[in-house]
Structures are given as C-alpha cells and as structure tokens.
C-alpha cells in the first residue's frame, strides 16, 4: 500500500481544513488507518483512526472537532478539520494497517509523506 496526503495549508484559527490521503493498493479497503502529526520538536501523536468498517477513535485534543472517514471504494481517506487552533500545527500524516493497536505510530505498516497544516492566531 502506497499513501499520500494532501490537503494541507494555512488557515486561520476557527477555520477548517479538509485532508485527503490517497491509497494505492487492494490491501487499503481492508485496512484500518490512522492519522498522526508531529509538530517541530515534538513527537508523532496520534490523532485519529477508523477501521476498515467504519469505527472511529480520536484524540482528546481533537474530540469533537475533527472527523475520520474513509470511501473504500476510491481508496480515500479524509480528515475534515474544524475549530481550528494555533496548537493543531505540524505536520499530518496517514498511516494505514496498524499491528496490535491504533495509538503507536510505530505498529503502522504504511505512511504518507505528509502534509503541513500551519493555523495563525
């Protein structure tokens, strides 16, 4: 499975972006996925995950403001972010068929290169 994620950009706080991770492969529908990001001296954290039927798991950060979905059928998955903080800055990236769990970004098989998601104040 190939991943790559765009969708990124800067926004101001309050607003909303929509991310989109494009998948290459048989394997995706079948897959649960995940999103991370990492700020600039941070680690990977994670942020939200949804399985290949659907369940959904968020962060406490993000709870409430952000949604995961994915179209098995196009081999997409999206993160639609609103409410947006100057905090939710760094780089988001999808990950996709996790081992023993959804929270580590080290159990991911497969990661998209990333996209930069800047919120101003």
């Known amino acids: 499975v190939q991943l790559q994620a765009s969708g990124g950009g800067l926004v101001q706080a309050g607003g909303s972006l929509r991310l989109s991770c494009a998948a290459s492969?048989?394997?995706?529908?079948?897959?649960?996925m995940g999103w991370f990001r990492q700020a600039p001296g941070k680690e990977r954290e994670f942020v939200a995950a949804?399985?290949?039927?659907?369940?959904?798991s968020y962060s406490d950060s993000v709870e409430g403001r952000f949604t995961i979905s994915r179209d098995n059928a196009k081999n997409m998955g999206y993160l639609q972010m609103n409410s947006l903080k100057p905090e939710d800055t760094a780089v988001y990236y999808c990950?996709?068929?996790?081992?023993?769990?959804?929270?580590?970004?080290?159990?991911?098989?497969?990661w998209g290169q990333g996209t930069l998601v800047t919120v101003s104040s």
């Open positions: 949804v399985t290949w039927i659907g369940f959904t």
């Open positions: 990950a996709a068929n996790p081992k023993g769990g959804w929270y580590s970004a080290p159990v991911y098989d497969y």
């Open positions: 492969g048989r394997a995706f529908s079948s897959a649960d």
